[in-house]
């Protein structure tokens, strides 16, 4: 009778678990207005480049795929990063990787709806010293967001910008 009730017990929860997605809780879905497939504009009105953005691992991970519009010393820039919230820190996070081999750490970040804010504290530029990194995502419209790129030198008391973009939905 006990093993009976510990394996009905199991399968009760277990199905629970499945029927409940754990990412689908309304705090996982607040990057999703960043979902889709995308031109990115600078401020010059330049086309930087396109990037992909889908949702991977049951809905627990927004994925982008970066490419770069033109080469930049040879080499076509493209990256990847992978966004989740963390339901334990209660925070966003994000991993950036590309193909120069640089990857960078976002592991705070701010959601709410429509807009996204991540910090890398601890990022080593290419002379060994360490300063910070701020990106802002916010939902400019159904057909727009701007990404906003700045680092900051002295702990982030004040901050330089880096990159603004304007990602444009593909029609």
Do not use: H
């Not at 009105?45 to 040879?74: F, H, M, P, R, Y």
């Not at 504290?121 to 002379?127: A, F, I, L």
Request: hydrophobic share 35%.
């Amino acid at each position: 009778m006990r093993k009976l009730f510990f394996t009905t017990s199991i399968t009760l929860f277990a199905f629970v678990v499945m029927a409940q997605k754990p990412c689908s809780r309304p705090e996982f879905r607040q990057f999703d207005f960043w979902i889709g497939e995308w031109e990115a504009f600078g401020k010059n009105g330049q086309k930087g480049g396109d990037s992909k953005i889908s949702v991977i691992l049951d809905s627990c991970v927004i994925l982008e795929e970066w490419t770069s519009a033109n080469a930049q010393q040879g080499l076509i820039y493209s990256g990847k990063s992978f966004n989740s919230y963390n339901a334990a820190t209660k925070q966003w996070q994000q991993t950036w990787t590309d193909n120069t081999g640089n990857t960078t750490e976002f592991l705070r970040g701010e959601g709410s709806n429509g807009k996204i804010i991540y910090y890398a504290d601890k990022v080593t530029g290419p002379d060994g010293k360490q300063f910070m990194r701020r990106l802002t995502f916010t939902k400019l419209d159904n057909n727009k967001v701007r990404q906003f790129g700045e680092l900051s030198n002295d702990g982030g008391k004040t901050w330089i910008v880096e990159y603004d973009l304007e990602y444009r939905r593909k029609k």
